[in-house]
């Protein structure tokens, strides 16, 4: 399984190239290399600094030497970082159009499980799947004012088809209010008719000028709500149920400790009264808005006469949301909990939830060893969990490790003929490097593995959220003055402060600082409070945040 060219890749989405390659850090924390220990009679493998042409005291890279795989260090250069865990972990590839992406089999497995979660939800809250065309209109996208004046530069525009020019432009979808509206007001005509609550997964296409994988790319995949209701009460607790679904998938599936919150009318999405948004933080503290959902009030239903007749027979606009999240989750997911090793993947949307690893040296042990393997194999897939045997005879043990540690995959059982001989396994966790995150001795006896097992994938699942939302609070400043908040960002930390002042003022501190409001957040800190640039009372404080 080579890894990706990642000059190609790097080149595509506008970084500096580098060469692919595989570090050895294990954690987010700064830890000592220590050669990796490879149990049940294998020889030990070292892994070496490679000092690449520098000091070693910098840009130390540490290289696997049967294999050229290389990750720079978070460190040195996040950007680079990223660029390298998606190669080498084969989450994507470039296309040959400049900023789209081919998402690789192992990365569209975490978008499936993403997909999964969500399906359900979206159901058990009264929603139906539909699709609707790629291609709209350019009259339809007009129809809206404020909403082509948001999506005009990034539209993607058809003029010729079947070698003839078009009468008129057929956009590719950016996103879907129109088209939905056009289709909504030919089967909406009563009350009866509502509310209408429909999803579509579809991909989208934005013309992005800066790309970055899976965050920001020409082309993504996505999930686009759409609903219709009678009253304005209706639409906006279908947008905060939504949000609230978004958000719940956040903290128990991907263990990312997501902000909700209310954006401010600067940041509010083009044609929408109301965006409801969740903010992320990544591993460098830049926030990355994860999903939003939007209460449309009557924007659209009055450019498109989107009509039903009341219980009195009055004709009366619908009000309406639109809600979504994209692929841009799984780059989230590796910002969040990837280290220099690679991935770390939550066990919940992990495609590979455990790694076996049968060892053997002389040929008569390999028959008992793969015996054993098949049956623990047997025994954790029968219990719901997702099993991997790598019984490859290319690869050493020690790169079979570094390799599944480098793809995220939370827990690794290694199982050699002294294993086979004591009826038990061994097993290491991803989330804590070294001797510490390895158990001997677990028996394979059914009951005890399997409750082991799923034991040790919750606690993973727990410990990945704990410290996610030990590193975002601990790089949230409370700030009273712009001085302050100038202060927080010039840092790299996160703002949070009141505000009342206009939106000329938070243009201002875009301009100058870099930083927008992510959110005004849910919850709020109780008490009166003076607007951190004008002084005057404020209501609610907002987190300031550079983002992606």
């Known amino acids: 399984m080579g890894a990706l060219r990642l000059p190609s890749l790097t080149s595509l989405f506008a970084t500096s190239a580098r060469s692919p390659s595989l570090s050895r850090r294990r954690h987010h924390l700064c830890l000592p290399l220590r050669p990796l220990s490879v149990q049940s009679g294998t020889p030990e493998k070292e892994i070496s600094p490679e000092l690449d042409g520098l000091k070693a005291n910098q840009n130390t890279r540490i290289v696997d030497k049967e294999k050229d795989r290389v990750i720079t260090p978070r460190s040195q250069d996040f950007n680079a970082w990223y660029l390298d865990i998606i190669s080498n972990a084969e989450l994507a590839d470039y296309g040959p159009v400049r900023g789209t992406m081919v998402i690789r089999p192992y990365g569209y497995a975490i978008w499936e499980a993403i997909q999964e979660y969500l399906n359900v939800k979206f159901k058990e809250t009264g929603h139906s799947n539909m699709y609707f065309p790629q291609f709209i209109p350019y009259s339809f996208i007009e129809k809206e004012a404020s909403h082509v004046e948001g999506f005009s530069p990034e539209l993607a525009l058809v003029t010729i088809g079947g070698g003839k020019e078009l009468e008129e432009k057929l956009v590719v979808r950016p996103t879907s209010e129109t088209i939905v509206n056009h289709m909504f007001t030919q089967w909406i005509h009563s009350y009866r008719d509502l509310p209408l609550m429909i999803n579509q997964w579809a991909n989208v296409t934005r013309w992005e000028m800066r790309t970055k994988p899976f965050i920001r790319t020409l082309e993504f995949l996505w999930q686009e709500g759409h609903t219709a209701h009678t009253t304005l009460e209706e639409a906006e607790k279908e947008a905060l149920q939504m949000i609230d679904v978004y958000t719940k998938f956040a903290y128990e599936q991907a263990a990312i400790p ?289 983002s992606y």
């Open 258 to 546: 997501v902000i909700a919150g209310r954006k401010s009318r600067v940041e509010t999405f083009a044609g929408a009264n109301r965006t409801y948004t969740i903010e992320a933080m990544m591993g460098d503290r830049k926030a990355l808005q994860a999903g939003t959902s939007h209460n449309l009030g009557q924007n659209f239903s009055q450019a498109f006469g989107t009509q039903f007749t009341d219980e009195n027979g009055q004709r009366q606009h619908v009000w309406q949301t639109s809600w979504a999240i994209s692929t841009r989750f799984v780059g989230g997911i590796i910002m969040t909990h990837g280290d220099d090793t690679g991935l770390m993947l939550p066990p919940k949307l992990a495609p590979v939830q455990v790694v076996i690893v049968p060892i053997w040296k002389k040929a008569d042990e390999r028959t008992g060893v793969f015996n054993a393997t098949s049956s623990v194999k047997d025994t954790l897939q029968a219990a719901g969990i997702k099993v991997k045997v790598d019984d490859s005879d290319q690869r050493t043990p020690g790169w079979k490790y570094n390799f599944w540690e480098m793809k995220g995959v939370p827990l690794r059982i290694e199982i050699g003929p002294r294993d086979v001989s004591s009826g038990t396994v061994v097993i290491s966790r991803r989330d804590i490097p070294g001797k510490q995150g390895k158990v001997f001795g677990i028996s394979m006896d059914c009951s005890i593995l399997v409750a082991y097992v799923k034991g040790l994938l919750d606690e993973i699942q727990s410990c990945l959220l704990e410290r996610a939302t030990s590193f975002r609070d601990c790089n949230i400043v409370d700030v009273s003055s712009y001085d302050e908040l100038k202060e927080a960002i010039s840092q790299g930390k996160w703002a949070r402060g009141p505000w009342s002042a206009r939106d000329e003022d938070e243009l201002k501190i875009k301009e100058e600082t870099g930083a927008t409001i992510r959110c005004f957040p849910f919850e709020q800190p109780q008490g009166t409070k003076s607007c951190l640039m004008t002084g005057s009372p404020a209501e609610e404080v907002a987190i300031f945040a550079k």
